[in-house]
């Protein structure tokens, strides 16, 4: 099995501070750049595994990228270059607390809610006589408190502008970025054979500017149907045939952990590690139609810095 890359500790030159996201450590330089390490970590129900997928940080990056190159024409993004086939580098913007989540089926979180009899979620009122992945009239927005520990909240449009979370004129922006990005994320996955589902987008400030920050569309932030014989499935009160981490936390369900307190993580398997990693390459391969070459993994510590450093001396 490939090694895989679970945690960081570096020390780039003009280092100011450094953040351990769930899968991402973040390291902020003096001259206001971020660089951002894909890690191998896999979170689900907001707790990180307890074993690393190798290649998973290098798909999540590569993947994002390619979102972002295709969509500068919609909205700005804080990306400037990707030294490392697992590391990003672009500006720090200042963050907004809260995660734009865009569904245009019932699946996944939305499923669960309307399985539990709520009709209504985040404010949206939800049709009734759907069945689970069926497809929503018209796209909906579902946003959710961003969370620097333990769970995202569900929260609506409402709430977020009568408790000022968000300016109502950045918060407006951010809804017409993020019908624009998905109808540019579905139109793209379509081409593959692929439904994106349902996806989230994170957006700062910069300069006063709304500014698209992070990844997207890749398998953890996104999930993904296949098309061919969606409708067939569907008639047929079959499962999807999906690419997402959803079958993760299925697998997690199975074993009796939903991150709930007094639940405990369970032991992963070798095999199901090696059972994600193809998940992951899979989706690479769909979603971007090219072949995934992997980075060597023998030394991959000693392969970002190297190649991070490399870049900050040419600038």
Known sequence: ???????????????????????????????????????????????????????????????????????????????????????????????VRVEMVIRGYLAGHSAREYAAGKRILCGVVLPEGMKENDKFPAPIITPATKADEGHDEDISREDILSKGIVPEAVYLQMEKYTRALYQRGTEMAAKQGLILVDTKYEFGMRNGEVILIDEIHTPDSSRYFYA??????????????????????????????????????????????????????????????????????????????RNVLAFLNVE
């Not at 090219?290 to 030394?299: Q, S, Y």
């Open 1 to 95: 099995m490939m090694n895989a890359i679970t945690k960081s500790d570096f020390n780039f030159p003009g280092q100011k501070a450094v953040y351990k996201g769930k899968v991402r450590d973040v390291y902020t330089l003096e001259n206001e750049l971020l660089v951002m390490v894909a890690s191998d970590r896999i979170s689900a129900f907001d707790h990180i595994l307890p074993k690393g997928i190798p290649c998973k940080g290098q798909v999540l990056n590569q993947v994002a990228t390619m979102f972002l190159e295709a969509t500068r024409d919609i909205v700005p993004n804080w990306l400037l270059a990707t030294p490392d086939p697992s590391v990003a580098v672009g500006y720090a913007c200042d963050p």
């Open 228 to 305: 061919e014989g969606y409708q067939e499935r569907q008639d047929r009160n079959e499962p999807q045939k999906q690419l997402s981490k959803e079958f993760v936390r299925q697998w997690l369900i199975e074993n009796d952990f939903q991150g709930l307190e007094g639940q405990t993580m369970p032991f992963m398997p070798d095999e199901f590690v090696k059972t994600i990693t193809e998940r992951y390459l899979e989706l690479y391969e769909r979603i971007t139609g090219l072949d995934f070459v992997p980075a060597t993994t023998e030394n991959i510590g000693e392969r970002i810095e």
